[in-house]
């Protein structure tokens, strides 16, 4: 009867796929199309290495289907902002090393329902943007690995709600809301003088870049997200069921 957000929702997803017993579970992002054998490779992952938690694969922009969208990604050390190792480049086989990577994208993750039970699901104070770096984050605490398999490839659409969101000043706040969540739960003390300039720079630049383009919501909506950032309460992510198999 309500939305509760892209977080929440595959939460409650989780769980009920975790009291079903399942070893694995899968989240992919509804706005992608994935190559046959993608999941197959995905478990082959796992399967191969039983103390990575979560593995993601190659991930080509639609739209030309030969644009890299993510190819693993990693944090900035000082602002915690996560970035796709890739983005935008043409696929000339740069990227076909398996590995270990610090950020997965929520667009398309494999994990162990054991590192479900570790690590929980996604904060769903988030709502939605930033979950899975949050999450990654989470695992990176726990020594938890994760990691990409070029192999398992598929594409995605990029969503067109986000460009309706956008328009509307819904991404903008989320955006800068959860960037300041993020930074809360996760950054040390002697990093928020340099995050916390990083955040208010980037506030600034969105606000004049909406400004001129005459979106006053977008303005506000920025400033709002900066507030609540600061403002709300945020409570440790929640965990999902209780580990049965223990």
Sequence with gaps: DSNRGFAAANNLGFSDLLTRGVDYVWILNNDTVVAEDCL???????????????????IYFADPPDCIWFAGGYFHRWTLTAHHRGAFEVDRGQYRKAEDIAFISGCCILARANTLYSLGGFHPSFFSYWEDTEWSLRARAKKVRLHYEPKAILWHKVSSSL????QSGFFEKLFFRNWI???????RLWKWPMALAAVLRCALKSACQAWRRRDRAAVAAIWSGVRAGFADPLPPAPRLIEDRTR
Excluded: C, F, S
């Excluded at 197959?40 to 190659?58: C, F, H, N, S, Y």
């Design 181 to 187: 969540y993020t930074l809360r739960l996760h950054a």
């Design 163 to 166: 460009k309706r969101n956008t």
């Design 40 to 58: 197959e490779k995905l478990i082959m992952a796992l399967d191969r290495q039983p103390d990575v938690g979560a593995v993601t694969g190659l």
